[in-house]
């Protein structure tokens, strides 16, 4: 057998610290590696997987799909696309879709949009403020919109109109906005920095902020969406509603795909304003309405919300009992800690070896997303070895 470490030294650009596994096969909330080893996966393929891997309602719809008619190009009606089309309106605040293949590309239609709008309703205004410790993707727009420098410092300069302001800070957002300001862009659950939740009071004050200076609210519900959070999307825990928000990881159960929604009155793309040759085709979008079918059907945004609880409550359990652990929190099955010191790399590899699929986002915090099919004893066979490498660090 090849050596595939080996090939991904050699051949593959230098971007990932992979873990030094090869998953060739997943089941359920279970992936193998090569060697036969079974892993228990509390990351899903960062919030991808959301009806764990390998599901028969996916793997029929690729097939069925794969079998009939893969991709048109956008200058044909096809009816996956419309299907999800549908479901996605039906099942949220929005009238209109516009289907991509990432999220970083749902993002860019979404700053496209917040850009025409303030061409048409703000006499030109044209920058979007997001928050500080938000992610929204790895392109150059998307890239300006996260407010890391990390990810922005390589590739400067950056694209002029964007703006970060503290997160969950009301204040430093209505001071940072002028006349140049068309959106705000934000997280409801901050996830790529480390599960920061946005308050209730701060997500409303913001909508009602937009509302009153004539600015688009646009969500980037990419991570938070889909039950994630225990709810289907996670602005309804606030009652607020977007003018625009977007979509992406899990949509299609694992096929790439990303979408842009928007109500009427902040859907101002025009003919010929946007477009994407694979984006809405037909393979991601049938698996994408057989993905939110099972998804309503089995409850899952209801099995998020109370297996989250009981995650939260064991997270908890473990910051109670280990000095190193603090900060647990969580929404649904989006839910973090932090260590006291850097050794959450260390403790992913931990888990690893011992069969459990952990993430770090950050050298001090542990994220939990696991797939929204996963059950309490999961749950618990996860915190057991948590519990069991935590006295290693
Ligand atoms: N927005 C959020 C909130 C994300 O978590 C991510 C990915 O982690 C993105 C955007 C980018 O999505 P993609 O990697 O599909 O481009």
């Known amino acids: 057998m090849p050596n595939w470490q080996e090939l991904e030294q050699k051949y593959y650009m230098r971007v990932f610290s ?23 996966d509390m990351c899903a393929g960062l919030a991808v997987n959301v ?8 793997t029929e719809a690729i097939c069925k799909q794969a079998r009939t008619l893969v991709h048109t190009t956008n200058l044909y009606y096809t009816i996956p696309q419309l299907e999800l089309a549908e479901l996605l309106v039906e099942h949220s605040c929005a009238d209109r879709v516009f289907f991509g293949n990432s999220g970083a590309e749902a993002n860019e239609g979404a700053i496209k949009l917040a850009r025409k709008y303030g061409r048409l309703n703000r006499g030109g205004a044209y920058e979007v403020i997001s928050a500080e410790n938000s992610f929204h993707g790895r392109t150059l727009a998307t890239i300006a ?24 800070d009301l204040d430093a957002l209505k001071a940072a906005t002028s006349a140049k300001t068309a959106a705000v862009l934000l997280e409801v659950v901050q996830g790529e920095s480390g599960v920061n939740i946005g308050d209730h009071d701060y997500m409303v004050g913001v909508r009602k902020w937009c509302d009153e200076q004539g600015l688009l609210l646009i969500l980037d519900e990419i991570q938070t969406g889909l039950g994630r959070t225990g709810k289907f999307l996670a602005y309804e825990h606030h009652g607020i509603e977007p003018d625009v928000f977007t979509m992406a990881k899990g949509l299609a159960g694992g096929v790439p795909i990303g979408a842009v929604l928007a109500k009427e009155s902040a859907a101002v793309f025009g003919l010929s304003d946007h477009g994407s040759t694979f984006g809405g085709n037909g393979l991601a979008c049938a698996t994408g309405v057989a993905t939110l079918k099972t998804i309503f059907a089995e409850g899952l945004v209801e099995h998020s919300a109370e297996v989250g609880r009981y995650l ?27 260590l006291k010191r850097e050794v959450a790399p260390a403790l992913v590899r931990g888990a690893l070896e011992r069969g459990v699929i952990l993430n770090n986002t950050s050298a001090r915090t542990i994220r939990f997303v696991p ?14 070895v948590v519990a069991r490498v935590l006295p290693e660090l």
């Open 371 to 384: 797939p929204l099919i996963v059950t309490k004893a999961e749950v618990d066979e996860a915190i057991d």
């Open 18 to 40: 992979r873990l030094p596994v090869v998953l060739v096969r997943g089941e359920g909330t279970r992936v193998w590696d090569e060697a036969g080893k079974s892993y228990l």
């Open 145 to 168: 919109a996260t407010g890391q420098a990390k990810f922005q410092k390589p590739f400067e300069p950056m694209p002029d109109g964007f703006k970060q302001v503290p997160f969950n």
């Open 51 to 58: 009806l764990g891997h390998c599901h028969p309602a996916v």
């Open 312 to 338: 939260l409550q064991k997270l908890e359990e473990l910051q109670a009992r280990y000095d190193l652990v603090e900060n647990a929190r969580g929404l649904g099955l989006m839910a973090a800690f932090d």
